[in-house]
């Protein structure tokens, strides 16, 4: 079995939570996470060297992408907070520990494939910045937009990147993560898209953190509660973050 995690957001009280109630499943081989690891909360640091840690692997996501090459088509609050969290990769007072984080961040693939499945931040036509949305389903949507998606991989697909938890199935349907109380048997052949959640900042009106594991059968969204309270502490002491990073957090929007 193996758990893919993603858009932790510098929000450390949710990636330990999520990892001990990985341990606690005790039976995952390996933790692979999809990208946005930083941006938004408050400890990018530390999330990058737990999660650095505890992965096999981590994917390029537009948040690493932004702090690397500029926040491009980030809004002004986004953009603050990817300054601000530059900053505190700089900041490092010791220069091993600033130079790994360069490096680790420099080095991130922008996909992966294990066997048939494929993983990337975002799409699989554009792995970094793009978005699958449930809106692409919607009837005045084009088309062509999933047909080439899917096109795009050869049995799954796990993305994150827009932090709604769920399943897109070949006959353009999505199914969210809260109606799969028991799993999802993902083994007859057909092609799915799978968006694994957030860990740090979900935003399907469902605050507890969001991974999912995959046995090679099944797909099973876990969701995990974290002290909130906490990390909207620290987001809200922090200028460069603002309160709406706090207060979406106990709303999971
Ligand atoms: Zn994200």
Known sequence: MIALISDIHANLPALEAVLADIDSVGEVERIYCLGDVIGYGPYPVECLELTAQRCSLILLGNHEHAVLHGPYLFNPRARRAIEWTKEAIADQTRPMRRKQLTDLLENLPMRH???DV??????PRDPVMEYVLESDLWEGADPSKMDEIFDGFERLCFV???HRPGIFTQDRCFLPA???HDGYDVSD????LINVGSVGQPRDRDPRSCYVLYTGDAVYFRRVEYDVEQVAGAIRANEALGDHLADRLYKGE
């Open 113 to 115: 494939s294990i066997d």
């Open 118 to 123: 494929l993983l990337v931040h975002g799409s």
């Open 160 to 162: 994150g990147h827009s």
């Open 178 to 180: 809260g109606d799969l």
């Open 189 to 192: 052949g057909n092609k799915y």
